[in-house]
Every structure is written in structure tokens, then in C-alpha cells.
Antibody, heavy 119, light 106 residues
């Protein structure tokens, strides 16, 4: 069973850069899947942020692309998200997930990490 | 940008059938997936490739997708099915989620 675990700060100040990491267990990040970040603001729906493949191929949500960077560390079986110039609107639960690119869905999700943007 | 529209809420009596729709331009030409999310939990994939169920998902969950609409059907709805449901599709290189539907089992 694939297990994903998000890690990162719970609180970030406005205009700072958020950095989150997803650690994958029981599955190699170099297998043929994409890996992605999805977020959910309080009381709202799901918003996709970005996907990455171990080859470096990546896709970004156009609405966030100017502030987002996704990267992968195969030696640690991890991938990471950087989100710059955060505001209160970036307050959300951030999930990482395994993306089946052929079938076009997210089949495994992490438990999520709560991020609050506040001074 | 590509939008997927769902009704905000659906109510159903126990044992009855709940149908949740998801509308998007030419959605039938894409794969539709559905996720169930209960309070405080991560989303759970319940339908992928329009109508396929992952291992462990009960048979009462089924899906269809044609034209501009995908539908998630829960047959013989149980109290444990009360949750938020999100449709999802892929548009070009963008992963898109629907607005979400709260299913209430009365």
C-alpha cells in the first residue's frame, strides 16, 4: 500500500515562501506515475496545484503557475512544493497524491497538512 | 479555463438512489473520476475512467459519462455514504476538480 506523508510548517507569514515536502513509503517515486499537490481552503473544494514526474516533466495550475515550483528528490523518495508570496488566500489543507497519468486520476492521497498564513 | 459544475447538495433517504451530476464542456470525451470526502479525512477515489471502481469500493457506487455530463450513482444509499463528492477530469495538462456536492442521507 502506497503511503504519502506531507510535512512542513503550520504557520507562514504573508509574503513569505511556503515549502512543503511529501515523503512516499512502500513505493518508488521513479515508478511510472506522476506526483501532485492539491489544496483545500477551509470549507471549500479541492484545487489542483501541480504535478511532477521523476523525469522532471511537470504541469502547473495556470492560476498559480507564477508562484509555484515543484521538485523531486529521487534519492529521498520525496517531492516538494514551493509557493511564494503567500497571502491569507493560501490558507488551506495541502494534500500530496499519486497521479495515474494514463487513467487521469489521483489514486493515493496523503493525510494532508494544515497551513495557515498569518502575521 | 475548464470548469466542472456540480449541484451543491443532494438529499436521499436510506436505501434509495442518489445521483450526482458533473457538467463540463465535452466532458464525455475525457475520463471522469469521483472522490468521496468525509469530514476531517482525505479524499477517497470511488470511481475512475468514468465507471470503474477501485478495489474495496462497494458495488453500490457506479458511474457514467456521456456528452457534457458525468454521473455518480449510489444505489441503496447507506448512512455511511453521507459525505462530499467531487468529480474530476483532465483538460489538456490541467487537472480540474468539480465544485463538490454534499450528499445528505435523511
Amino acid at each position: 500500500q502506497v503511503v504519502l506523508q506531507e510535512s512542513g510548517p503550520e504557520l507562514v507569514k504573508p509574503l513569505e515562501t511556503l515549502s512543503l515536502t511529501c515523503t512516499i513509503s512502500n513505493y518508488s517515486i521513479t515508478n511510472d506515475h506522476y506526483w501532485g499537490w492539491i489544496r483545500q481552503p477551509p470549507g471549500k473544494g479541492l484545487e489542483w496545484i501541480a504535478n511532477i514526474h521523476h523525469t522532471g516533466s511537470n504541469f502547473y495550475n495556470p492560476s498559480l503557475k507564477s508562484r509555484v515550483s515543484i521538485s523531486i528528490d529521487t534519492s529521498k523518495n520525496q517531492f516538494s512544493l514551493n509557493l511564494s508570496s503567500v497571502t491569507a488566500a493560501d490558507t488551506a489543507i495541502y494534500y500530496c497524491g499519486r497521479v495515474d497519468i494514463a487513467a487521469r486520476h489521483v489514486d493515493f492521497w496523503g493525510q494532508g497538512t494544515q497551513l495557515t498564513v498569518s502575521s | 479555463s475548464y470548469d466542472l459544475t456540480q449541484p451543491p447538495s443532494v438529499s436521499v433517504s436510506p436505501g434509495q438512489t442518489a445521483s450526482i451530476t458533473c457538467s463540463g464542456d465535452r466532458l464525455g470525451n475525457k475520463f471522469a473520476s469521483w472522490y468521496q470526502q468525509k469530514p476531517g479525512q482525505s479524499p477517497l477515489l470511488v470511481i475512475f475512467k468514468d465507471s470503474k471502481r477501485p478495489s474495496g469500493i462497494p458495488e453500490r457506487f457506479s458511474g457514467s459519462n456521456s456528452g457534457n455530463k458525468a454521473t455518480l450513482t449510489i444505489t441503496g444509499t447507506q448512512a455511511m455514504d453521507e459525505a462530499d463528492y467531487y468529480c474530476q477530469a483532465w483538460d489538456s495538462t490541467t487537472l480540474v476538480f468539480g465544485s463538490g456536492t454534499t450528499v445528505t442521507v435523511l
